[in-house]
């Protein structure tokens, strides 16, 4: 019987280091085939005509120029007369067409009336929200009167952050192929297994009938947990047109303004403190939107557990595209207000945050020493005794630099996982799951473990995933995959390894326990001589392959959840022109046992890249009058670039008083923090807090013509 | 053309991007049957379409042909007559480089081009960078330094590297921020990139043509 551990340091072989993506050359030669690459004999090309209004009912729908053109081959009513919609670019009619211009065309030539209904898309103050805004009650913790009284100095700031979408850069949407009984989804998902039933529902079809396949996925980032109401209209589609596939992508304008948003989250933040940097009470008043099914609720103030607390949460619900899990759901607002407020608390006691945050650690609860240890290796990164300096940089011109600092925390456990791992007779072994690959590293990790547990080159090692037909594994969200999938394929490897050893030992004249499993051979560990290949061992199975069934949740303890990081920035602005250059920013962060140091730390830079995307430059700009997104498209929905990012560093908290703690997911903690630590940085280089983010050049400038945000506009 | 009429007449902004699609009006388009000649602010120019005209592309060495709308773009042409994948198609409207190819030595955004005015120059795309079953430098470069995450900018990502590093043999950190600031990445490879770029100039990025 296994004994269901990871391997001790000195005997991993593949575990932990460096190791390059496996399907990387696919990627790097066009010849990795994402969902949307997909082409079928016969295909037709799906299109939806959408709502261009924020609230309206449909009145009627006029498909009669499309009926007859032989180009047109499938229509269907999404949205019925009568329906109300909610937000612009609701679908309402869909077509499928022989080719992509004849479905635009067509597109132009449907004609829907609708009767405009009254909207609201803004989210800045919650009284012109008026009834679409609805106030929780009073969250209340400790004596807050008394924390406030006990205050030596109270500080009170606005901070917060706009709706900002995912942009994946592969849209939402799918090529589905009604065949005879059966439906095939080529869907661009972050679940493969888990959209099964959720197309089969819809269609009424057994779910049986209904297989998902997607090799690769171009970006989810919590907002491709569909299948989407488009694809299943693709599928309606697919099936009115006699079975002829149906590809349905949305096209970027649709992208951007229906296929997911993070909540906004404003806050007027008012803390209590004592001179020498006691944190004494908290009390906030917050509110923001996430579209007609309100936002998120953040939870502040992040991470430092403040003894008195008063708070109260005002949920706009309004006509804006609706919010979906984003990178690390609710904690980067939580941060962008909290670790916001707390820097500028330390700024009016004139003491260095660093040793601000410092003498509150303990308020950070089970993992302050984790904190206080990521800070100081952050710090000498950074060079943060030497650069930092009391808030506006005093030097003479118009470049002012400053740095800033925030910690998060995230979760991630291993959700559920199954796989089967089989070893054919002449020793080739394969994995099979239905998991997905969100560019995390997913099948390199899988192979990484499958060949360090049979002590096989990883190249001997075929992963398959990204088919429902395989073992069900759980959706890539909130950081769960890789510590599921390593568990449920280290449990399945450690238990075809104890069968190999039982199939070997008679002919090394050995017990199954004495032996192992090392550089393609297994042999007798007190008698390494001894020894057969991994494909004479495997040759003992006869004629039979070997399958075995892995499992998470499972015995042993190999996955673990709770991990703290830190995080610092150095940036230089422009006080003349607003603009914010980022110098440098370093990330510190814990995940316990790190199965790909390559790709854990791709991750990293991933979310560092994407917190300097939405620290200084995405929003989801609406307009009030028409109820649109103004920006849908990628000139002004803007994204860093290779040059704006500038120096980036990782450090990863790995080895002794880490790696015993099991594989924990990495993907959501490093883009909690760099909104905050941007922020914090700025306003300690031009002397005042810009409140809101992003950090846009008209921002920095109002902010210093008011010489501080508390009156700036949102 | 009657939908050229129909914008005029509603003075709508044409926008540039519906411009490109709906003209199809070329100066210089060899091997093309079928067109009409028309006469714009005095100079004669030919007309293709509205329908599908039947085009020949050089792609990666190889002649290739199809039957497209004029309006249809070279990215469009790639992906849905040629099968040919690897460019993708992400903004749509020349600002994310996703769908970079080499024509004629110079990278271009291939959802800004026509089909039609493709004809007659070489295309280079992601598919024909590799020799056989070997990478060229720049592909190994991004796979030794993990340039690439979920890898669905990485193909026009590679394409720009080639025709940049072609230009700039031994190109400086500035000059890659600004030389490769035409390819947008949500996942954040960019430190892979900048890294992938360094080693493939030393090995010399243009080895392989």
């Known amino acids: 019987m296994a004994e269901y551990k990871w391997p001790d340091a000195d005997k991993r072989t593949f575990i932990g280091k460096r190791i390059s993506r496996i399907d990387g050359p696919q990627k790097v030669s066009g010849r990795a085939k994402y969902s949307s690459d997909v082409n079928r004999p016969g295909m037709l090309f799906g299109k939806i005509v959408r709502s261009p209004h924020a609230h309206a009912k449909v009145k009627s729908i006029d498909t009669s120029a499309i009926e007859k053109w032989p180009g047109v081959k499938a229509i269907h009513v999404i949205a019925e007369p009568g329906t109300e919609l909610y937000w612009a670019g609701a679908s309402v009619v869909a077509l499928a067409a022989v080719d992509e211009p004849t479905a635009e065309d067509a597109m132009q030539a449907v004609k829907v009336e609708y009767e405009v209904l009254p909207h609201l898309v803004i989210d800045t103050d919650t009284k012109s929200a008026g009834e679409f805004a609805k106030q929780a009650t009073e969250n209340k913790t400790g004596d807050p009167d008394k924390g406030f009284s006990e205050a030596e100095v109270t500080i009170e700031g606005n901070y917060g952050l706009p709706m900002i979408t995912h942009c994946c850069l592969e849209p939402h949407g799918s090529v589905m192929e009604w065949d005879g009984d059966n439906v095939v989804a080529h869907l661009s998902t972050q679940a493969v297994s888990g959209s099964v039933a959720l197309i089969a529902r819809p269609l009424e079809i057994p779910a049986t009938s209904v297989r998902v396949q997607q090799d690769h996925i171009g970006g989810g980032f919590g907002s491709k947990f569909g299948p989407d109401e488009w694809d299943i209209t693709a599928a309606r589609l697919s099936k009115k047109a006699g079975g002829k596939p149906v590809k349905m992508f949305n096209p970027r304008d649709a992208e951007l303004m229906v296929a997911g948003a993070r909540p906004s989250d404003y806050a007027r933040v008012k803390i209590g403190l004592k001179k020498d940097g006691t944190i004494t009470a908290w009390e906030s008043q917050s509110w923001g939107t996430g579209g007609i099914g309100g936002g998120g609720s953040p939870p502040i103030p992040y991470i430092f557990n403040v003894p008195n607390q008063r708070k109260q949460h005002t949920n706009i619900v309004n006509h804006v595209g609706s919010a979906r899990a984003w990178r690390a759901p609710n904690h980067p607002q939580a941060a962008a207000i909290t670790m916001t407020a707390l820097e500028d608390a330390a700024a009016a006691l004139n003491m260095d945050p660093y040793d601000f945050f410092l003498k509150n650690i303990e308020l950070t609860g089970q993992r302050a020493q984790i904190y206080s240890d990521e800070l100081k290796i952050a710090a000498d990164l950074i060079d943060w005794k030497k650069d930092w300096h009391s808030r506006g940089d005093k030097t003479p011109g118009h470049m002012k630099r400053g740095l800033g600092l925030s910690i998060h925390t995230w979760g991630g456990l291993g959700h559920a996982s199954d796989c089967d791992l089989t070893i054919q007779p002449d020793g080739s072994v394969e994995l099979k799951m239905g998991t997905q690959d969100l560019g995390t590293g997913t099948r390199t990790a899988l192979d990484i473990i499958v060949a360090d547990t049979l002590g096989i080159p990883m190249n001997a090692v075929k992963i398959s995933i990204g088919d429902s037909r395989f073992p069900t594994s759980g959706g890539s969200g909130g950081s769960t995959t890789i510590g599921g999938i390593s568990a449920s394929s280290r449990r399945a490897s450690l238990d075809a390894l104890d069968q190999i050893f039982a199939k070997a030992a008679p002919a090394l004249d050995a017990k199954p326990e004495d032996l192992e499993a090392v550089s393609g051979t297994i042999r007798v560990k007190s008698n390494p001589s001894k020894s057969l290949t991994w494909a004479q061992a495997c040759s003992k199975l006869g004629a039979t392959p070997l399958t075995v069934r892995g499992k998470n949740p499972g015995p042993g303890s190999l996955t673990n959840q709770g991990v703290g990081g830190a995080q610092m920035a150095d940036v230089s602005v422009d006080i003349e022109t607003g603009i914010v250059r980022i110098n440098k920013i370093v990330a510190v962060q814990d995940c316990g046992l790190i199965i790909d140091l390559k790709t854990a730390e791709s991750q990293v830079y991933g979310a560092l890249i994407m917190g300097v995307c939405y620290a200084l430059y995405e929003e989801k700009i609406m307009d009030a009058k028409t109820g649109r997104m103004l920006n849908p498209n990628m000139e002004f929905y803007k994204l860093a670039g290779i040059g704006d990012i500038g120096e980036l560093k990782v450090h990863m908290m790995t080895g002794k008083g880490y790696d015993e703690r099991g594989v924990i997911g990495l993907g959501e903690p490093p883009v909690v923090s760099p909104g905050a630590v941007i922020s914090n940085a700025v306003a300690n280089a031009i002397g005042v807090r810009v409140p809101y983010l992003p950090l846009t050049p008209d921002r920095v400038l109002e902010a210093l013509e008011k010489k501080g945000g508390n009156n700036a506009r949102i | ?209």
């Open chain 2, 1 to 209: 053309m009657q939908d050229d009429d129909k914008m005029n007449e509603k003075g709508s902004g044409l926008s540039r991007r519906t411009f490109l699609k709906v003209s199809g009006i070329s100066l210089s388009v060899p091997l093309v049957m079928g067109h009409r000649v028309i006469k714009v602010s005095g100079a004669e120019v030919k007309v293709f379409g509205p329908g599908k005209v039947p085009i020949q592309l050089t792609i990666n060495g190889k002649n290739l042909s199809a039957q497209v709308e004029p309006r249809v773009t070279l990215l469009d042409a790639l992906r849905n007559e040629l099968d040919l994948t690897g460019a993708k198609r992400v903004c749509d409207r020349a600002t994310c480089g996703s769908c970079t190819v080499i024509i004629d030595g110079k990278a271009v955004y291939a959802c800004a081009v026509l089909a039609i005015e493709a004809q007659g120059k070489s295309i280079t795309t992601v598919e024909g960078l590799m020799q056989g079953e070997n990478l060229h430098p720049v592909q190994q470069a991004f796979i030794d330094n993990d340039a690439q995450q979920c890898g669905f900018c990485t193909p026009g990502f590679v394409v720009a590297c080639k025709a940049f590093l072609d230009k700039n043999p031994n190109p400086t950190p500035e000059q890659v921020k600004k030389g490769l600031g035409g390819n947008l990445c949500r996942c954040g490879t960019y430190m892979g990139v900048r890294a992938a770029v360094a080693q493939a100039a030393q090995k010399g990025g243009r080895r392989n043509g």
